[in-house]
């Protein structure tokens, strides 16, 4: 259905995300920090990251600019539990496409990857690649 990267240093937040979205027959990976994300998406083609903005290693707002530069059609949904209009702002001038606060709603974060997967399946397919 869509290859999902899950960011976040919190390890729960992770394993429930992963399981929430397998559960929806997703293909979804995972990484506890910005520095293995980055490793991740030089290797594989994600459609939608789900990409927490306060990490130890290295911040949402510094992967999100390397996410844009190594995959323009890959769609970026900012996770926070700390959120703030200047960071919402921010985010989304650096090409997020969607902005959710923790906690959510499991339903809340299947519906909004299902549209971000079906946004970059429009792209692609526009663009010939599908």
Not at 44 to 50: M, S
């Amino acid at each position: 259905m869509g290859k999902i990267l899950v960011v976040d240093d919190d390890n729960i937040i992770r394993t429930v995300l992963k399981k929430v979205l397998e559960s929806e027959n997703f293909d979804v990976d995972v990484a506890e920090g910005g520095n293995r994300a980055i490793e991740l998406i030089k290797s594989t083609e994600y459609d939608v990251i789900l990409l927490d903005i306060i990490m130890e290693d290295l911040d949402g707002i510094e992967v999100l600019r390397k996410v844009k530069k190594l995959s323009p059609l890959t769609t970026v949904i900012m996770m926070t539990a700390y959120s703030s209009p200047d960071y919402v702002l921010h985010a989304l001038t650096l090409g997020a496409t969607d902005f959710i606060e923790k906690p959510f709603e499991p339903e809340n974060i299947i519906e909004l990857v299902k549209e971000n997967v079906k946004r970059v399946k429009r792209w692609k397919k526009t663009l010939g690649l599908l």
